[in-house]
């Protein structure tokens, strides 16, 4: 249930966006906040990649909300803590490459498709053991800038990586 309003409240934003016209003044602004969510999203990604849980969790807000078909939802800041605690210790050394394929902000809030594949070195070199898309929407904070708000991930790909072991 949770899932549905998410996403019916992402189509409800999106929609509302994509009919409204907006001034040239905005548009800058805008464009400006699409970069910072952008650094904001490349930072996750270093942080997670090196390890920085505690720069990483700075990231999301406090009633950060995350969901994935036929999985509990993740809810609070607590539980995100340690979900990305137990990935850092099972897949120590893994590392996500995510591509941002679209972001639209709208005053408080924005949302960005991303495609992401998290890789293990395995060997000679890395291979991609999970791959997923998910929608993101970001919060603007007053003074700490963009933070995670709430995800929908649907994982594309997963390897079984037991044959490596």
């Known amino acids: 249930m949770r899932q549905l309003l998410v996403y019916i409240s992402a189509s409800i934003f ?67 803590r340690s979900e990305l605690s137990l990935y850092m210790s099972q897949y120590p050394g893994g590392k996500w490459k995510l591509t941002v394929e679209e972001i639209q902000v709208s005053g408080d809030f924005a949302f960005a498709r991303i495609n992401g594949e998290f890789e293990m070195n395995y060997g000679k070199s890395p291979t991609t053991i999970y791959s997923e898309r998910s929608l993101k929407i970001f919060k603007k904070q007053k003074n700490t800038g963009w933070k995670l708000y709430r995800t929908m991930r649907i994982p594309s790909f997963t390897y079984d990586n037991t044959k490596e072991k």
Request: aromatic share 10%; charged share 35%; hydrophobic share 30%.
């Open 14 to 80: 999106i929609f509302t966006y994509c009919t409204k016209e907006i001034p040239e003044a905005e548009r800058k602004t805008s464009r400006t906040e699409e970069a910072r969510l952008k650094k904001t999203i490349e930072l996750w990604a270093d942080f997670y990649n090196n390890g920085d849980l505690e720069n990483l969790i700075n990231l999301y807000t406090d009633d950060y909300i995350e969901s994935m078909p036929n999985d509990n939802d993740i809810i609070g800041i607590d539980k995100i």
